[in-house]
């Protein structure tokens, strides 16, 4: 009885104890790896992926400086390792990590059918994948922590691994997952949108292309363009939600417009500040604030669009009509704006990999790999510009090796604009310290405000700093700054 | 039939006044009177022979009189005031103790001193009563609380605010700013008030008695005594001009947003043209002094109070009785407090060895609030930073609906968010408990209480439509917020005591016990919006519910405790304690933990040898070492909680679960061990007494939420590590200065402490906590230091001119006229965190206070003084206040900022023009003197001559009085309360002035009828 009067329980949360032991269970712990994979794609992945690089910038706001430090700092270069977002950036993956952690460390001991076991080890092991291929992109060799954590004890990490040691764990993961997922068409109807075998592929391809490791970026890439996957005819209809998980999906982030927890806002956080509800169309919110005005499209990016191109418009507006029908040139981010589901709630999901994207990392490989041409790089190019309704491009035009890199390179970053692709082309090609120095000083004729040390971009500029936070309580050293 | 008669006669106090409200009666009978306005009484029908009369008065030594029936002359008794007496019974943890007997370090509050003062709720009262005992006056909600601490902050994760035990109910809660607790308690129902200070009697609170606690018993009814009392005070709160925020006027605020631009421009070597000048700004002398929306929002607020009790008795039966009204507009408009209490005390007796009681208390209070003290953005933040070139109406006197002018934050006129989108908590609360004790044999006692502590309490605030938001302009649509929870808590004691005295040398007094005590909590929230109208604000009139939450937690807590009291020859006393607390809420591990305590005391002056000393009338020396716990943390933080974290598939909410903490089995309560030693010295008959206590407590196993790398998965976690000392010196000293006609007391205390981190965790990590608008740490706690120092940059003053910004070190953003921080680290760059240095601390070196009590015939006259000295104030309202992005109205100090290397300024204000974030971030700039001394209450009282009231024939007393509280501040600080401090701020966390409702200056007059 005294035992019993001591012993309580929680009632509103549930004990580990109880946790982890039926395959209902383990399939919640799945869904709940998710959840860091969507708060990252909210924010960290579009200021780190987009911002940084010359596509965006911001809406300057002079009435809500709060965000200057935050978001501001990282488009200019001037981000510190005491920058909450650095540390969001970092926190949110290893979250998601320790999620994996805990679903590998326990799924052994269910039991349940093995395609079960297999698809929940495979789902696992994409998503942590996915988490250290951005945390390594960002921040260089990062902790490597794959056992789940259990005490205050074994909070600390190892200390920083090598590179080449996280993109070892990366590859193992991503080749144990592409064998152990369910095709995409062998998921049910309900199941849409997990972790697939041919999501796990492309992930290892773009991985290898990262690492420059062509002949096994070609496999991959070769096995997902054999999995049924194509391109839509309709651009714009690739990030319709009426259409999620669609045929050139390969794995996108899942939003539920109906759930205010699950719903995405990216249509608030993209348009102008200034626009009241004029872009949202939510009658009910009729003043932004300063959650809004980011993602801001550069010049230099609508420039790039060539004449006729189908994307620009599906992906961007020059400005919006104010009240009384004045044009107000303020660019912004329409991708993906398809309406409202509630005030403050959208339903539109975030695409992370689809066929397009592999269309043209295996037309950049085989490029690398030799230049041939009107050779099937060519072809695969032009796939993906005749359904932007243009031209092809022509070995006439395209006549070099180095050519074609810029033709793809190009293709991609309108392409796949604002999905946060941009910054990564340019740093493992190469070309982000010169391209973004060069930006810099269109930046600064435009924005007076900026300081003179704003966009003074190095080499050291193309890692994160470590968080301070991280730094001070664990066994780390930081990034050269 | 016996043969009985009158006793009659007069009781005078030392002045030989009436002791008004005294009480006489025939020891072993139920016969009895109380004393009337002239000081006589009459009891009627006692038997003819010889009896003994028990006269008593709250405040003076008891007397017991031989008398015989038929009387030959009528009695006449002076009895006199006991200050310090040592025949006095002292309320300690589970029981009683003789003053004489004491060898813990504890303190009575004396209930005469604290009588009149217009205060809610009892932790005001001791403000300034006892060394060591610290009562700041954070906040002037209206309902809300002040924070206590008693001899330091021995805890870093678990608070450090004592226990409250009310009529033996160790409550569960203590104060916090926006909702006081103790408002359960009417504080004009006190009898007694005992701080325990010291291990030694603490440790019978075991696991809960590491931060001092504070026993209080509520008035009882007496045997023959009947007394009809009325209290009752009106009067008025207002905000003191010191310390109002000083922002700029309409005009000078037009003008420099028109100089912000104009620098901007000539930064980059331009000229503006009036174009590029809003036409707001173009005219700054249209506006003259503009708008001071802070004063608008404030004003004079009326206070009034009644309290009515009954006090009745026989020897069998007595009862007490009180009902009592506090109504006290906030001096925020549309704040306020109401509140009614009840309490009724009875108490019987069952043949000769069973006794019997019953106590109910309900409270009701309806407390009114708004968002103050939540961040720059609520109500009174905004009174500062709103447009003053807004009026607060339109020439029709319709008021203002939004503030806005270009490029600033805008928000709703702060009177309508006032008026229409407050919120309401309604409150029931009470502690009521029925005992029964039964004299086994003569001294040997076993007692039984079951006694509950309740607590519902309801919030809804609605938020109309015409009202708007921060950058939000009405019309919004409709929402709602409302919560409720209840607290049910209820305590099981069985207690068995023994007083017997052996022979003439030997007495012991014991008592042992075992209790459980149980609370469970449920809440619930409900968000609801797409209200149709404003109309119906109930949650049925709104079609959408966004957000909603619901919690239930539950700890239990069994206890065994034993105390015996030893004394030989009254000459040495010995004193063992032992407590053992299981508590659900540490881990399956540790979960049973032992508190021993000891304490001996000698009194000198029952030898032999002190004969000689006549002069010397007490002279005590007392030492205690004991162990006591802190339980205070969260329930179920030693296992692993599971949350919900769903994600989506296939379009349909895909039910999703991970985990959200980590385990601890091992975590358990923090321990104090702490020494104490006193002294107890009176002259002359008692008309000087002094009493001073060293102590040195070290807290173990400190609970502390520590920070883990966030690799981990996890960003914190609660473990049991480190170790903080505080040690200090109580000093108090009573002296009767003048007794006579004339009479004049004083009473003072100071206390000196030293509280020093003397370990962390494993590795001694230093802990950052706070965080600024930047998100930068604010407060940092040290091995060698203090608890939460503060930290920031380092002002250097501003890159005055151009050679003084190339050769100085510089942040990313710096420009000329920016400000200049020091380069802490020396590596060039200034930096956040890495160029912070400790930049002050909120630590008084002490504290004091000063109570003079004079009286002349029926004047009387109450003054106390409170003061703190040595501690900081770091000012984070500046954040905004000094705001330099031209976005809020600010502080005038921004006239005296950099204009050009011909124009510096004041060297501490920067141009506008850049490093605006790191300007904005914690700096030494901030931090301020926070000593002060405040006249905290002055009350005058007259009673009216008895001639008067004999006359009335049913009126015993009258007395008139006047009184102010918070009546004068001496401070050097520059904001209005050196003791503000933000609200939900930890031990981490000290001494941060974010604005918080102002404290208010109240004058009272009121009136005390006893019948």
């Not at chain 2, 929306?293 to 069998?316: F, M």
Request: net charge neutral; charged share 15%.
């Amino acid at each position: 009885c005294k035992k019993d009067f001591l012993d309580l329980s929680p009632q509103a949360t549930s004990s580990a104890a109880n946790f982890f032991q039926t395959p209902s269970q383990i399939e919640q712990a799945v869904n709940g790896a998710y959840v860091p994979l969507r708060d990252l794609t909210n924010l960290e992945y579009w200021v780190y992926g987009e911002m940084r690089s010359d596509n965006t910038s911001f809406q300057y706001n002079n009435t809500d400086r709060g965000q200057e430090s935050q978001r501001e700092f990282v488009d200019e270069f001037l981000v510190s390792a005491n920058s909450e977002s650095v540390l969001s950036y970092w926190q949110g993956s290893y979250r998601g990590i320790s999620r994996c952690n805990d679903v590998l460390g326990h799924v052994d001991a269910v039991a349940m059918t093995a395609d079960k076991k297999n698809q929940y080890i495979g789902e696992a092991k994409f998503l942590r994948a996915w988490y250290y291929y951005n945390l390594v992109r960002q921040y260089g060799g990062v902790p490597l922590r794959l056992e789940s954590v259990g005490s205050p004890a074994e909070a600390k990490s190892p200390g920083r691994a090598t590179l080449d040691a996280v993109y070892t764990q990366i590859v193992a993961d991503l080749t144990d997952a592409a064998a152990k997922l369910p095709t995409k068409a062998a998921y049910a109807a309900a199941d849409a949108g997990r972790a697939t075998k041919g999501a796990a592929t492309a992930l290892l391809a773009s991985v290898y292309l990262t690492r420059k490791d062509y002949p096994n970026a070609l496999t991959q890439l070769r096995a997902v363009r054999s999995a049924g996957y194509s391109l839509l005819s309709s651009y714009r209809s690739v990030f319709d939600p009426a259409n999620k998980n669609n045929a050139e999906s390969i794995f996108e982030v899942q939003y539920l417009g109906s759930q205010p927890a699950i719903s995405s806002y990216f249509t608030y956080t993209f348009a102008p500040y200034t626009s009241g509800n004029l872009v949202t169309g939510d009658a009910a919110t009729r003043n932004l604030n300063g959650a809004s005005g980011w993602n801001i499209p550069t010049p230099e990016l609508i420039n790039a669009y060539e004449t006729g191109d189908l994307r620009k418009d599906a992906s961007l507006q020059l400005g919006y009509k104010d009240a009384t029908g004045t044009f107000v040139a303020q660019p912004y981010v329409s991708k993906y704006n398809f309406g409202i589901v509630a005030p403050g709630r959208t339903d539109t999901d975030f695409p992370v990999l689809r066929y397009a994207d592999v269309l043209l990392m295996q037309a950049e490989v085989l490029n690398e790999q030799g230049y041939a041409a009107g050779g099937e790089a060519f072809d695969l190019l032009n796939q993906v510009r005749r359904r932007a309704g243009l031209p092809d491009k022509t070995a006439a035009a395209v006549s070099s090796q180095a050519a074609f890199r810029d033709a793809v390179l190009q293709e991609r970053r309108v392409e796949l604009a604002f999905e946060n692709q941009r910054w990564y082309d340019l740093v493992r090609t190469g070309r982000a310290v010169s391209v973004l120095n060069a930006q810099g000083v269109l930046e600064k004729a435009r924005k007076t405000f900026l300081p003179a040390s704003a966009y003074q971009v190095t080499t050291n500029n193309l890692l994160l700093p470590i968080p301070q936070y991280e730094l001070t309580l664990d066994n780390l050293e930081q990034n050269p700054l | 039939m016996a043969q009985t008669g009158p006793l009659a006669g007069k009781v005078l106090d030392p002045k030989g006044g009436p002791a008004i409200g005294a009480t006489v009666v025939v020891k072993g009978t139920t016969l009895g009177a109380s004393v009337g306005v002239d000081g006589s009484f009459t009891v009627v029908n006692v038997p003819i022979g010889p009896h003994t009369l028990v006269i008593s008065s709250v405040g003076y030594t008891g007397q017991e009189v031989a008398v015989t029936v038929p009387q030959a002359q009528p009695l006449r008794v002076t009895l006199a005031e006991n200050a310090t007496s040592l025949n006095d019974v002292v309320v300690v943890g589970y029981g009683t103790q003789k003053r004489e007997d004491v060898t813990g370090a504890l303190a009575t509050v004396n209930p005469k001193a604290l009588q009149d003062l217009p205060v809610a709720t009892v932790d005001q009262r001791l403000t300034g009563q006892v060394a060591g005992v610290q009562v700041s006056n954070t906040t002037g909600t209206p309902g809300g609380g002040p924070t206590i601490k008693i001899r330091g902050s021995g805890s870093i994760g678990a608070g450090d605010q004592p226990l409250f035990v009310i009529d033996g109910f160790p409550i569960a809660s203590s104060a916090n700013q926006t909702e006081n607790p103790l408002n359960l308690l009417n504080p004009d129902d006190i009898e007694t008030l005992t701080v325990l200070k010291d291990a030694s009697s603490t440790a019978i609170y075991g696991s809960r008695g590491a931060n001092g606690v504070v026993v209080i018993t509520t008035k009882h009814g007496r045997a023959g005594v009947t007394n009809l009392d009325v209290n009752a005070y009106t009067g008025i709160q207002q905000v003191p001009q010191k310390g109002r925020p000083n922002m700029l006027n309409g005009q000078e605020f037009a003008q420099f947003r028109q100089d912000i631009i104009t620098d901007a421009f000539k930064a980059r070597g331009a000229t503006p043209t009036a174009a590029d000048i809003p036409v707001e700004f173009q005219n700054p002398a249209q506006y003259g002094a503009g708008t001071n929306w802070y004063d608008e929002i404030v004003h004079v607020a009326p206070q009034r109070s009644v309290n009515v009790s009954l006090t009745k008795g026989t020897e069998d039966l007595r009862a007490s009785l009180s009902l009592g009204y506090l109504d006290q507009e906030g001096t925020v408009r549309y704040t306020d407090y109401k509140r009614y209490t009840a309490r009724l005390n009875v108490e019987g007796k069952v043949g000769s060895k069973v006794r019997l009681g019953l106590n109910l208390a309900p409270t009701y209070g309806i407390q009114k609030g708004n968002d103050y003290e939540t961040g720059f953005t609520d109500v009174l933040s905004r009174s500062l930073w709103l447009s003053p070139l807004v009026p607060v109406t339109d020439a029709s006197g319709v008021r203002t609906p939004y503030v806005t002018s270009p490029g600033m934050y805008s928000g709703p006129n702060p009177l309508n968010s006032l008026e229409y989108s407050y919120g309401t908590t309604r409150r029931l609360q009470g502690i009521g408990g029925a005992f029964a004790e039964y004299t086994i044999v003569p001294g040997l006692r076993a007692r039984y209480n079951l006694s509950i502590n309740y607590n519902n309490s309801n919030n809804f605030s609605f938020n109309p439509s015409f009202v708007g938001g921060v950058n939000s302009p009405p019309p919004t649509i409709p929402n709602s917020n409302s919560s409720n929870d209840q607290r049910f808590n209820w305590l099981s004691e069985a207690l068995l005591s023994y007083d017997k005295k052996l022979g003439d040398n030997h007495t012991i007094s014991a008592v042992a016990g075992y209790s459980a005590q149980k609370e469970q909590y449920r809440y619930q929230y409900l968000n609801a919006t797409n209200y149709a109208s404003d109309d119906v604000q109930t949650i049925n009139a709104a079609s959408l519910i966004p957000n909603y939450n619901a919690d239930v937690q539950e700890w239990s807590l069994i206890s065994y405790l034993a105390r015996v009291n030893y004394a030989f020859k009254d000459r040495f006393l010995l004193t063992g304690t032992i407590r053992s607390d299981g508590s659900s809420r540490f881990g399956a591990n540790k979960r049973y933990g032992t508190f021993p305590s000891v304490a001996a005391g000698w009194n000198i002056i029952n030898e032999g040898f002190m004969q000689g000393f006549k002069s010397i009338s007490n002279l005590k020396v007392r030492a205690s070492y004991g162990q006591t716990g802190n339980y205070n943390i969260g329930n179920y933080t030693t296992i692993a909680n599971v949350d919900a974290s769903s994600a989506a598939f296939g379009g349909q909410l895909a039910p999703g679960r991970a985990l959200s903490s980590l385990a601890n089995p091992n975590l358990t309560w923090e321990k104090s061990n702490q020494i104490d030693a006193g002294l107890d010295i009176s002259f002359w008959e008692n008309r000087l007494a002094f009493t001073a206590d060293v102590y040195r407590r070290i807290t173990n196993g400190i609970l502390l939420n520590n920070q883990l790398p966030t690799s981990s998965g996890y960003s914190n976690a609660i473990i049991n590590s480190g170790k903080v000392l505080n040690r200090g010196l109580e000093l108090a000293l009573n002296t009767r200065n003048l007794a006579g006609a004339f009479t004049w007391n004083t009473s003072l205390n100071i206390a000196f402490n030293h509280n020093e981190v003397l370990a962390l965790n494993d590795d001694n990590a230093p802990i950052y906590s706070g965080r600024s608008g930047e998100g930068s740490p604010q407060h940092l706690t040290q091995v060698g230091h203090p608890i939460g120092e503060f930290i920031g940059y380092v002002v250097d003053g501003v890159y005055a001119t151009q050679a003084d910004f190339d050769n100085s070190p510089k942040h990313v953003t710096s420009v000329l006229g920016s400000i200049k921080y020091r380069d802490v680290d020396g590596n060039g760059v200034i930096e956040a965190t890495k160029d912070f240095a400790v930049i002050g601390h909120a630590q008084p070196n002490y504290t004091w206070g000063v109570t003079n009590q004079f009286s002349f015939k029926g004047l009387d006259l109450n003054v106390i003084f409170v003061g703190s000295q040595g501690g900081q104030v770091l000012k984070t309202a500046n954040q905004y206040l000094l705001n330099i992005d031209g976005i809020f109205n600010v502080d005038r100090k921004v006239l005296e900022r950099w204009r050009s290397p011909e124009q510096p300024g004041n060297g501490h204000i920067p141009t506008t023009n850049g490093a605006r974030v790191i300007f904005r971030d914690t700096n030494s700039d901030w931090v301020e003197s926070g000593t002060f001394a405040r006249l905290q209450n002055v009350t005058l009282g007259y009673h009216l001559p008895a001639a008067l009231l004999t006359r009335t024939g049913f009126i015993k007393g009258v007395r008139l009085y006047a009184s102010g509280q918070n009546l004068f501040l001496f401070s050097n600080y520059s904001g209005a309360n050196p003791e503000a401090n933000r609200n939900g701020s930890s031990v981490l966390t000290p001494g941060e002035d974010f604005l918080n409702y102002p404290l208010a200056r109240t004058i009272v007059f009121g009136t005390n009828l006893s019948f």
